[in-house]
Each structure stands twice: as C-alpha cells, then as structure tokens.
C-alpha cells in the first residue's frame, strides 16, 4: 500500500528523511526543467536506490513520490519499468494511474500482466489497468489472477467491470470446469467473480395509491 509523504516523514529518521528531500527536490527540478539533464536525470538514480536508503518497506510509496513529483512522462516510466528490478518495476506500476499518461502506459501493464511475478500481476490489475484495460484484456487479468493465485481483491473495480459480463462468466465456468476435470482444486476466488458477473436487479417500483 502506498502512503502519503507525511507518513513517510513520520516514518523517516535522519539521513532516510535527508536523502528523501534531496531526491524530492532533484524530481521537482526536473519537472521544472524538461531536458535539462543529459542521459538519466539524478532523481532515476534515487528511485532505483530508494529501498536501500528509506527502508524496503517504504520504498514503493518513495517511488511513486519520486514519479509524481517529477511529472515523469511515458519515456521515463517505460525505461524505469523495462530497466528496473521486479520491485521496481512494482512501483512503476503502482503509480500510473498518478501520472497525466491516458492510455499510453498499458503495454507496461500488459507486460506484467504475461509474466507469473504475482507482484507485477497484482500491480498490473489495480487502478491504471481497471481503467484501460479492454473488455478482452481485463477478463484475461481476472483469469491470470485466479491462475496466478492473486487474490481477486486485487483486481480494482472488480464490481463494476464484472457485472452483467456474460462472456467472463462463460470463461470462468470453463476455467472451473477444466481445473475439476484435471483433478485440480478451483480458486477460491473464482465463485466471488462469477457470482458478480450476475446483471444488476432491474429497480422496482412502486404503484401509488
């Protein structure tokens, strides 16, 4: 989970609070100034640095300060993603849905979503991915998860992009049916998502006396 700079200040002691100022500051320069640095501007070497200086348990909430922060456009955030570790590439795409990108970023998303780095696959279906994913991608997201054993509670706006989806519900009932026939236990998760593939109750009404 993501948390705010404030938490973070709380959190942070000495050198860790220092060294998140300094990189804060080197983000917002960069955003000032578009271009100014040749090759990789300083605050990219803070973000690939960023657990070893302010605790693994923080690092992600520092990098997408850092992405925020430095308004970082699709340049950055594919080379940060395609160049960084797998925590990294986590917190890239963690923060999308932060970044004034539109649609731009998905392929990132769907790069995660081909891998079976339970991380990436769990970031990948959270805010950004639940707003541009496809009809076509997004049931393939539900499916990874259940394959992939990420939790459903993952998946952001899980409600809302299943109801009334009778090709989800076909493809879920197919998936049960083919892990039973092998012998294999069915995700837990998977009659959570089928019962919410179910239309909407049409609204009643009321005759007035």
Known sequence: MLISREELDDRLRGAARAWLDEALAEAA???AHPGADSGNPPWELRFA???????????DSVRALLLVEARAGLPAVTRLYEQGTAAERRAVLLTLHRLDLGATALPLVEDALRTNDTRLVAAAVGPYGAAHLDAHGWRHAVLKCLFTEVPVEALDRLG????DDAELARMLSDFAAERTAAGRAVPAGLRTVLDLTAPAPAPTSTEES
């Open 49 to 59: 640095s960023a657990g070893r200086h302010c605790g693994l348990e923080n690092a």
């Open 29 to 31: 320069h960069a955003a």
């Open 160 to 163: 809302e992009r299943a109801r």
